[in-house]
């Protein structure tokens, strides 16, 4: 069987430009909250922004939070960042990592949908409007995700159903995922385990252990 490497063409990397169907403020009230834990990442802003800006989907709002960033190009660039577009709003607190950004991010957010993007995350022009419809039409669902593929220094295709047993061994679900709010809170947001643990698993873990549960494909379904 070939390796997946020869059916992808992994440097077609989305965000690369900004393209011409930019779709500008309008002044609408955003229904997805982007949070972003930023920390001396410029180097890799400019194709996130560009990924986040060809969405076809434009009513989001976009938090991100300086993690204590020591390079002073580096917190220059993100002050810049809030002149781009109105819908970016950016915030500064003292470094203590990505699940504390994260968690203090998701404060100011506004809608009842939350999207993790790391500063070096790339997403389709397609990737917020299709997860925002997957929730909106099965309301019982906590979130959304879909299969990712890894560029860089690992190349690789995460392609599978979901299955929850296996949720218990190995993470299945990428860090950016479309997630109702209520869900993350009611785990007191991606907290700080006593020992270095992923973030994100440890959230899907506590969330999936303090519901029932069943499972569909690519969605995980949270029941009251």
């Known amino acids: 069987m070939l390796e997946d490497k020869y059916f992808w063409n992994y440097e077609k990397e989305p ?11 309008t002044g609408s009230k955003p229904l997805v909250s982007i949070i972003t834990s930023y920390y001396n990442s410029q180097e890799y802003m400019l194709q ?26 580096a917190i220059k660039y993100l002050d810049e960042m809030k ?11 003292e ?15 506004t ?16 990737y917020i409007e299709t997860l925002y419809w997957a ?7 906590a979130w959304a995700f879909t299969n990712s593929l890894g560029f860089g220094k690992y190349i690789y295709l995460v392609d599978h159903d979901f299955d929850c047993e296996k949720m218990k061994t190995e993470n299945q679900i990428t860090a950016t995922a479309l997630i109702r709010k209520e869900n993350i809170l ?13 973030e994100d698993w440890h ?22």
């Not at 929730?135 to 669902?141: F, G, I, P, S, V």
């Open 135 to 141: 929730l909106e039409t099965n309301k019982d669902a």
């Open 95 to 109: 470094n203590e990592g990505l699940a504390k950004g994260r968690d203090y991010a998701i404060k100011f957010a």
């Open 48 to 73: 996130t922004i560009n990924c986040v800006f060809n969405q076809t989907f434009p009513y989001w709002e976009w938090i991100i939070v300086d993690d204590g960033s020591t390079d002073n190009e």
């Open 83 to 93: 002149n781009i577009d109105q819908r970016i709003k950016i915030y500064h607190k």
């Open 203 to 224: 959230l899907w873990l506590r969330m999936m252990a303090s519901r029932r549960l069943s499972c569909t494909s690519n969605i995980l379904w949270l029941l009251v």
């Open 186 to 198: 009611r785990q007191n947001g991606y907290s700080v385990a006593k020992r270095y643990v992923n």
């Open 15 to 25: 965000g690369k430009v900004l393209k011409n169907n930019y779709i500008k403020y």
């Open 111 to 126: 809608t009842n949908y939350i999207l993790p993007l790391d500063a070096d995350d790339l997403i389709e022009p397609t």
